[in-house]
């Protein structure tokens, strides 16, 4: 039956599930708006209402290809019907920068768009650059639009004028060592061909020459022609020192058309150390007193080709280095000869035209040059935030930064990716994301107080490449008009197969004004189907990468469900092979939901349109139902979701009579030709919508289902239908306007316990309101089975007796193999049925209980209470059931009492008990034979060390006469040494030493001794082998609990010890060595008297037989 109940209860989830996730967003009916994708149509979108209607504005930064691809914005109508059109605002022609010389190609001009609150919007170009010369600089562009699509001013904050106030004077070295010269002279003219500001040439070698002065010509042609014809100065001495100082002295002076106040550069060519190297040091600190700024440039071609060592080489560069300004590292070049030239040119151009959007003494470049302001934007209470990615969200401040060396990771963090603001009783906090700092990325939230910026919290990311930081939006939920919560999104946060599922944080806004982390939010796990990973798949994705990038975008909706809290949309473009998902997530104390309560899937084919979820913005109701509408932005298209009104539907269910009693059949309730019971069912309904339009005449369609006996799979109830058929459900559709009441009866089948009747109900159609989600959908109730005759008043009287089988009068042993025994319990009612009547058991620890003998008994264990159901589902009048309930001892509790407490219980509270409730206690002593260690308890290890401390001397004649009788006679007897060969040691002729452990109740208990033995004492000893017995008694201090067998007490342990055997040479070995030694004596004298005898050094006398021989040297005299 259970599992029958579980499968049933499945399949009601399986007919709910769709409901309550598909909340009140209709995804199958709405506006389409199509546009090309490659114009990546649809990146932003923008509900928008004025006074000609309710629009739709879509950025299109890509807009104008293959051409100039300068983006627009295009405003779309909304209720054009099927096939609605767009058109194009025209906003690049119209927005212009003066004074500027403006590059609007690939300006994508609709990459952000934000509406005003005091009408019109504000649509952004982050692209926009703007020329300085030769160079473009990227800084962004944002115009103002009126409500009537009318271009009101455009404005480009981060543009730094072009201010031509820059005196260059070139120092060229033209000693003979510069080869070729034309090499020099190719060098300046592709230089000075981008310069538009006035330029001096100085040459020098032994002497000094003023070639072009600042103001000698007005155009670059001009100046180029000069420079082509320039001569070399030549000369055999490099004198750096005094060109220099003659160009600050003289090259810079009015009469050589320098300007006053005017930035000074000057550009130091040379090939050589100088010959005036003494003279360095002073003209370069006058250079610094008059603030010229000077770039030096170490041509290494004569070093080269006359193969100089490293050493001078260096000394070399040391010294232009000198000369260079600092940061040495921006104004100072070397290359290789004089033909490298050409490949600075581009290098030092741009480092001479970073100094032009610079004034006073200071030399940075430009702050916001690559800024791409208005690549985010969001409007305040201050007014409208614009982030700069390429810069930062205001002008760059110390205050955004970490320690100076981490300025350069702090510039390439993206700063202004994205923008908030968030509002407090303290105060309005900003925010800004940054998703490539330390590569992990961060969020910056800060103050501002005038110009001062105060950073008061830093958020930071988890995981290499998330782009934590890249997506940021603010809730107030409760709508009080302070913030709640910050949604920070990672989008490429890496899922577990390396794929981009993305999530999104969840921070707090505390008391403080902090940030905490409340919760993470994650898409449904999208496994990606390529060739790679492959199973499991029916599809192979088409398109990559792979994933969700679930947090792409994230957007404030206001109150989609009505409750009075705004929701939360977020974006998954990836999604579905790239066709892309939107989550909704419901509002609710403060804070949002972590389940999201609809997923609306993109509907487009993920080939022409695609990514749906990239952007997101639902804060008006442009069909006139009082409702939010939602529009969700993919590229080449977006889609506009009406929302659906929601409806309260609250039901009830009655019964008459509201209990049955099985004693009162009636005459006109026939089920299967037997009287029965009927009851009449009363469902009610109730109906409301939230929405403030009024919807009383306005009918909607229910439908639910009544479910007899919803617990059993086979019903024992049936509906009692007009035309005799017998129905276990009914399934109702019915139009209610307010409220609404239908009656169902139905009969009983058999009487044995309560019948539980189910009430699924929900709407009809899935064109009108949806059901708010946070309403039951369901109800059950129980009907009681009464069977009390006429007065329907049930008078139970239950006897109880419990009694176990002890021994009486003697106190109990259990054996390890007799350690069961048994309660008999008797129950017994004696005037109405016992509706439920249950005997409980509860015992202490010493006990488990093993079963019940009785096969039509049911009973279940609890830890140590027992509940057995008796006569199910009733115990009837005058019946006895006697039944028994086995138990066996617990050993892994020690305890004096068995206590077991028996009571019995029944559904409604009897009007009289006798012996309802019994204490079973016995005093029992536990097993004194155990057939396994296990029964004692657990293992304990116990090591001892014995050391003797000190030796004293033992005197024999004060224990032989201690009174010192007869003592003129006595005498000392020397000690003989004992020659036994075994000896026994034992406590009952030998001093012992005794020990107590205390065992705990445990199952086994193991003490071990280990003791060591004195060798010195048993080598003298005169015995081959020690006895030793050790004696080991067990007390019973509680003779309560343990009856102790007299064979299993004590334990005697006998330990032998041996001497090992002294070592000796056996004595024919001896006398074999001394004849040897003896023969080899003897063979000795007989070799020396064979041999000869030396009598000096120089003469030996040999004897041989009876001829005599002396030999002397090497001579030979006979004799």
Not at 50 to 55: P, Q, R
Not at 229 to 234: F, G
Not at 500 to 526: A, I, M, R, S
Not at 887 to 898: G, L, R
Request: charged share 20%; net charge negative.
């Amino acid at each position: 039956c259970q599992y029958l109940w579980f499968r049933f209860f499945l399949s009601f989830l399986a007919v709910l599930l769709p409901c309550v996730l598909s909340f009140n967003v209709d995804d199958k009916n709405g506006e389409t708006f199509n546009g090309p994708l490659e114009d990546m149509f649809g990146y932003s979108v923008q509900q928008f209402e004025n006074s000609e209607g309710k629009w739709v504005l879509i950025g299109s930064p890509l807009a104008g290809q293959p051409a100039k691809r300068t983006g627009d914005v295009y405003k779309c109508r909304v209720g054009q019907g099927p096939n609605p059109r767009c058109i194009k605002l025209e906003l690049p022609e119209n927005t212009t920068i003066p004074n500027l010389h403006e590059v609007k190609e690939n300006m994508t001009m609709g990459t952000t768009l934000v509406t005003n609150p005091q009408g019109g919007f504000l649509a952004c170009g982050p692209q926009y650059g703007y020329m300085c010369g030769q160079q473009t600089y990227i800084s962004g562009v944002c115009t103002n639009v009126s409500s009537t699509f009318q271009v009101l001013n455009s404005f480009a904050p981060a543009v730094q004028e072009c201010a031509k106030e820059l005196d260059i004077v070139m120092v060229l070295d033209g000693s003979n060592s510069i080869w070729p010269w034309t090499s020099i002279i190719d060098f300046l003219v592709k230089f000075l061909k981008n310069i538009e500001i006035g330029v001096g040439i100085v040459s020098y070698g032994e002497e000094v020459t003023h070639n072009v002065n600042l103001s000698q010509f007005d155009t670059t042609q001009s100046l180029l022609a000069k420079v082509k014809k320039l001569p070399q100065q030549t000369g055999f001495k490099t004198m750096t020192a005094l060109g220099i100082d003659t160009a600050r002295k003289e090259a810079f002076t009015v009469e050589r058309g320098a300007r006053p106040g005017v930035k000074k550069v000057m550009i130091i060519v040379t090939d050589g150390e100088s010959h005036d190297f003494y003279n360095l040091d002073k003209v370069i600190k006058e250079c610094e007193e008059d603030d010229i700024e000077r770039f030096g440039i170490a041509v290494l071609g004569d070093y080269n080709r006359n193969n100089r060592s490293i050493k001078e080489v260096k000394k070399f560069i040391e010294e232009i280095q000198s000369i260079s300004s600092d940061p040495v590292g921006d104004h100072f070049f070397n290359v290789s000869d004089e033909f490298a030239l050409l490949n600075i040119v581009d290098a030092l151009g741009s480092r001479i035209f970073a100094l032009e959007a610079t004034s006073g003494n200071y030399t940075s470049s430009f702050e916001m040059e690559m800024s791409q302001a208005g690549f985010s934007a969001h409007t305040s209470k201050e007014g409208v935030m614009l982030g700069a990615v390429g810069g930062t969200v205001v002008p760059l401040n110390a205050d955004f930064q970490d320690p100076l060396d981490e300025r350069k990771e702090s510039l390439a963090g993206y700063v202004g990716y994205a923008v908030q603001s968030a509002s407090t009783p303290n105060g309005e906090l900003y925010i800004t994301g940054a998703p490539r700092y330390n590569h992990t990325g961060r969020v910056i939230v800060y103050k501002l107080d005038g110009e001062i910026i105060t950073v008061t919290q830093v958020l930071k990311g988890e995981q290499i490449g998330s782009y934590f930081g890249s997506v940021l939006q603010t809730v107030d939920v409760d709508q009080d008009s302070y913030t709640d919560i910050l949604l920070v999104g990672a989008p490429m946060f890496m899922g577990p197969e390396r794929e981009e599922q993305g999530q999104v944080y969840v921070y707090k806004l505390n008391e403080k004004g902090l940030f905490e982390h409340q919760t993470t939010l994650k898409p449904d796990n999208q496994t990606c189907c390529t060739s790679a990973h492959s199973n499991g798949c029916t599809i192979i994705n088409i398109n990559g990468p792979c994933g969700a990038r679930f947090g792409t975008a994230i957007a404030e909706v206001s109150d989609l469900d009505l409750d009075g809290n705004r929701d939360v949309a977020i974006g998954a473009p990836l999604e579905n092979d790239h066709k892309g998902a939107v989550y909704v997530y419901h509002g609710a104390k403060k804070t949002i939901k972590e389940k999201y309560v609809q997923r609306i899937p993109g509907p487009g084919d993920g080939v022409k349109t695609k990514f749906f979820g990239q952007s997101i913005h639902g804060v008006m109701d442009l069909n006139g139902d009082g409702i939010i509408d939602i529009t969700i932005g993919g590229l080449g298209g977006a889609s506009l979701f009406w929302s659906k009104d929601v409806a309260e539907l609250y039901a009830n269910m009655t019964f008459d009579p509201n209990k049955i009693n099985l004693q009162q059949p009636s005459e006109d309730c026939v089920l299967g030709e037997r009287a029965t019971v009927c009851v009449k069912t009363r469902v009610c309904f109730s109906y409301s919508v939230k929405s403030e339009k009024d919807h009383t005449n306005l009918g909607t369609a229910i439908k639910y289902n009544l479910t007899l006996d919803s617990l059993r799979a086979k019903s024992r109830a049936a509906f009692v239908n007009p035309d005799d058929k017998s129905e276990r459900k009914v399934q109702v559709t019915a139009n209610i306007i307010d409220a609404l009441c239908l009656e169902h009866s139905f009969a009983n089948l058999d009487f044995r316990d309560p019948i539980m009747i189910s009430l699924e109900f929900g709407l009809a159609e899935d064109t009108g309101p949806v059901l708010d989600g946070d309403l039951p959908t369901s109800l059950n109730k129980t009907i009681p089975l009464v069977d009390c005759g006429s007065d329907d008043k049930c008078i139970a009287d239950l006897s109880l007796k419990a009694v176990n089988n002890f021994p009486i009068l003697s106190s109990l042993v259990i054996k390890a193999n007799k350690e069961k025994f048994h309660v008999l319990i008797t129950i017994r009612n004696s005037q109405d049925n016992a509706y439920n009547t249950k005997v409980m058991l509860s015992f202490t620890e010493n006990i488990n209980y093993v079963k019940v003998k009785a096969n039509d008994k049911v009973c279940s264990l609890n830890n140590t209470k027992v509940e057995c159901a008796v006569g199910y589902p009733f115990l009837k009048s005058n019946v006895e059931e006697v039944f028994e309930i086995l138990f066996e001892v617990n050993p892994a509790h020690v305890w004096k009492e068995i206590q077991i407490n028996v009571t019995a219980t029944r559904y409604s509270k009897p009007w009289h008990m006798k012996e309802d409730h019994i204490i079973v206690k016995e005093g029992e002593q536990y097993p004194s034979i155990f057939n396994h260690t296990s029964v004692i308890g657990e293992e304990v290890k116990i090591i001892y060390m014995v050391r003797p401390t000190y030796c004293r001397p033992c005197h024999i004649r004060d224990l032989i006469n201690p009174l010192k009788i007869n003592n003129n006679n006595t005498h000392t007897i020397n000690p003989k040494k004992e020659t036994l060969s075994v000896f026994l040691v034992g406590c009952k002729d030998h001093p012992c030493k005794s020990f107590v452990c205390s065992i705990p109740h445990v199952n086994n208990s193991q003490v071990n001794v280990t003791f060591r033995v004195w060798k010195p004492t048993f080598i003298k000893a005169e015995f081959s082998s020690l006895h030793m017995i050790v004696n080991a008694t067990l007390e019973n201090l509680n003779t309560d609990l343990f009856v102790l067998s007299a064979t299993n007490y004590a334990r005697d342990v006998k330990i032998q010890v041996s001497k090992e055997a002294l070592g000796g040479i056996p004595l024919w070995i001896i006398i074999v060595s001394i004849l040897i030694g003896l023969l080899i004596l003897a063979l000795v004298i007989f070799a020396l008297w064979k041999v000869c005898v030396c009598l000096q050094p120089s003469v030996c006398l040999c004897l041989q037989g009876t001829n005599n021989r002396l030999y002397i040297g090497s001579s030979q005299i006979e004799q």
